[in-house]
């Protein structure tokens, strides 16, 4: 088990997600938002959470993410496979 936090996780998701796409909205960036209401299309959602998982070290099976999670369901299904 890894001693990340929620917090160390949203914030990389942040992070990755306006470098994936620099248009977004910093101030959008909420956990209850998903990535497809910041306007994140299929693809940069794709990199968005595989960039995450690679920088914190961790695996999701692709099966456990399904499209529209908000963001704290996000950090949720990564922290259980921290």
């Known amino acids: ?10 914030d990389t998701l942040r992070r990755n997600a306006l470098d994936v ?3 977004l909205d910093p101030a959008a960036f909420a956990a209850e938002r998903t990535l497809s209401e910041l306007g994140c ?7 968005i959470v595989t960039l995450t998982m690679e920088e914190l070290g961790i695996v999701v099976p692709v099966h456990e993410f399904q499209q529209g ?9 990564m ?4």
């Open 41 to 47: 299309n299929s693809i940069d959602r794709a990199e």
């Open 79 to 82: 922290l259980k496979h921290a």
């Open 21 to 23: 796409v620099p248009e």
């Open 69 to 77: 999670y908000d963001i704290a369901t996000l950090v949720d299904v």
């Open 1 to 10: 088990m890894s001693d990340l936090t929620r917090t160390q996780v949203f």
